[in-house]
Structure formats: structure tokens, C-alpha cells
């Protein structure tokens, strides 16, 4: 089942079921207003929800044309954004970028920030920039929705606090980030508004590509026109979803509605590509001594994208601009 949010004027839209194929959709409203509002009681609407899928897949229920620039991210706004940073990849080359060692427990015990989750960008939103010294990034990533999850709840009872799954393209200002987290704080400034996926979908739609808490299929990241990454999210994101829910359990519960990121989606094998520009620049700088591609600057243009075996759009596409504002 495909879920997505209608702008229509307000802050969190009108919930909409999308058809499998992405052409068209059907409004959702007499079951829940907002993504949030079926979260909030999915045990009851998760089933009219599917009912009316079924009725959409069928034809026997009215339906209207999708056009993506039409729709919010799948949650405009959400209670949390909390992301962590499950591919080690990316964790070793983007510190080795800021000349910083990975910590002793890199492999035991996840990283996670929490973002600012009042105001996302839609997935064909411009990405505003006012100072391209800032050094403008994209991420791109996947992610979880979840519903009410306790504290102390462990990987293995995970599975079901996962409702739905997305993408993500977490900008960062890269040029900020060492300046701010000198200060023993974490990240603020250097983590503007991020922009998720048209589609979020539950894990059973993604088939046998969804276990073990990961999404074994590949994400693609183009600038610009070109292909720079077409990463394999499954192998080696080391902390799965169900992982990353127990370390964010452990002192706390969460409400539903709350987002939860991968971070970068990031592989060895350099034949992959980057999913963001900081690891480009590290490879470079490894191998050439400095750092050759420059961050997005306005005019530059960033498509994410993750398709199953038979080539289908599972989340849409975000594709943005970065634009000049003041």
C-alpha cells in the first residue's frame, strides 16, 4: 500500500492511496484526514486504508490522475526526525573528510541526531540556499515511519512498530558541520529543512526485499542529468532499522508518527557511487591529495530514486533545485 499527502492549503494536507503504478490516487479523507491522523489509530485504519487500496487497484473506486508536484512530504510535519547513521562507510569517510577518527564504538553502538521536524520540503520543493560557502549537500537515505514504540523495546519485537518506509534527501551544510560540533553540541544550523519521497509504503510492498530491519534494493542519485550513485541499501547498512529503534529506546518511547533515517545509504565498492557529495570529496582527497567537486550551488539539480527488481518508482522520486534566496 501506498500512502502520500495532497497539498491543499493547510499544514498537513489531505491523505491520499496511491495506485501501485504511481498513475493515479484516491482520496482517503473519509478514512483518515492526514498520514499523522491514521498513524495515530492505525490499528483500526490500516485496514480501511488497504480496503481502499484494493478498491483503487480494482477501478471500483473513484479516482483522479497523480501529479507528484501536487503532493507534501508523505508527512509534511512530524512529532520527530530523528536520524542516525547506520552505513560505517560513510561514518569513516566523512570524518576522515573533517579530520576526525570514527569512535571506538563505531560498530556497536549507533549514531543518531535529531533533526528539526516542523517544516519539510516536499519532494519536488526547491532546496534554498543563501550562502554557497556554506557548502550545500545532498544525502540521500531511507527511511522508517513508526508508530507507538515503548521504551525498552528490543531489535527483535522491532518489526512491528515499523509501519512505513521512505526515502529521504537529508541536506546538509557541510561547511558549518565541524564548527558546530567543535562546540560538543551536535548539528543545528548545518541540518536545514530535509525533503522526503512523494510515496510512503508499507514494508509489504516491497516484498522479499524488505528484512531483516533493511531494504535490499538499490537507491540512484543524479546531478545534475548524471548518475553519481546507485548504492545498494541492503549488505551494509551494519545497524539495521531494528537496531537503530533499540538504541533509541533505551531511555525514552516515541510517539507515532515519528521518523526515523538510516543516514546516508553508502557502499565500499566504489564502482557504487556516492549518495552524497562528502564522499566523493574524501575519495578525492584520498587519492589525489584534495578535494576536486565542489558542492551544489543554485541551477544545480538532485534526483533520488530506489526501484524494485522489475524497474517500478517503490517511493517516487525527489527531484529539486537548489535556488538562490536571500
Not at 512530504?73 to 552505513?87: H, K, N, Q
Not at 513508526?146 to 557541510?174: C, F, I, Y
Not at 515519528?258 to 565498492?269: E, Q
Amino acid at each position: 500500500m501506498k500512502l502520500a499527502t495532497l497539498k491543499d492549503g493547510t499544514r498537513d494536507g489531505r491523505l491520499i492511496v496511491v495506485k501501485r503504478d504511481n498513475t493515479a490516487y484516491a482520496l482517503a479523507t473519509n478514512v483518515a484526514l492526514t498520514l499523522q491522523a491514521a498513524l495515530d489509530d492505525w490499528e483500526t485504519k490500516e485496514p480501511q486504508l488497504r480496503a481502499l487500496d484494493a478498491q483503487l487497484e480494482a477501478g471500483t473506486v473513484q479516482s483522479r490522475p497523480l501529479d507528484v508536484s501536487a503532493l507534501h512530504a508523505p508527512l509534511p510535519r512530524a512529532y520527530e526526525w530523528v536520524d542516525g547513521s547506520a552505513y560505517l562507510n560513510h561514518v569513516i569517510l566523512v570524518r576522515k573528510a573533517r579530520g576526525a577518527e570514527p569512535p571506538e564504538t563505531l560498530k556497536t553502538d549507533p549514531l543518531v541526531y535529531q533533526g528539526g521536524s516542523g517544516d519539510f520540503l516536499a519532494p519536488t520543493a526547491d532546496i534554498p540556499l543563501a550562502d554557497e560557502a556554506w557548502g550545500l549537500d545532498f544525502e540521500g537515505e531511507v527511511c522508517a515511519i513508526l508508530g507507538d514504540t515503548p521504551q525498552g523495546t528490543k531489535a527483535e519485537n522491532a518489526a512491528p512498530h515499523v509501519k512505513l518506509l521512505m526515502l529521504a534527501n537529508d541536506v546538509s551544510l557541510r561547511n558549518l558541520i565541524p564548527n558546530e560540533l567543535a562546540k560538543g553540541f551536535g548539528f543545528f544550523q548545518s541540518k536545514p529543512a530535509t525533503a522526503f519521497s512523494p510515496f510512503a509504503v508499507t514494508p509489504d510492498e516491497l516484498g522479499a526485499a524488505w528484512h531483516d530491519g533493511r531494504i535490499h534494493l538499490r537507491l540512484r542519485s543524479v546531478l545534475n542529468g548524471q548518475q553519481v550513485g546507485d548504492t545498494d541499501a541492503g549488505p551494509e547498512m551494519h545497524f539495521s532499522f531494528f537496531d537503530l529503534i533499540q538504541h533509541l529506546c533505551k531511555t525514552r518511547s516515541y510517539t507515532a508518527g515519528t521518523i526515523l533515517g538510516s543516514g546516508t545509504v553508502s557502499n565500499a565498492d566504489r564502482e557504487r557511487g556516492i549518495s552524497c557529495l562528502a564522499e566523493r570529496r574524501m575519495i578525492e582527497t584520498i587519492e589525489q591529495g584534495a578535494p576536486k567537486t565542489p558542492f551544489m550551488k543554485p541551477g544545480d539539480t538532485i534526483d533520488i530514486e530506489m526501484t524494485d527488481a522489475e524497474g517500478r518508482s517503490v517511493f517516487g522520486r525527489i527531484s529539486q533545485k537548489v535556488v538562490k534566496v536571500p
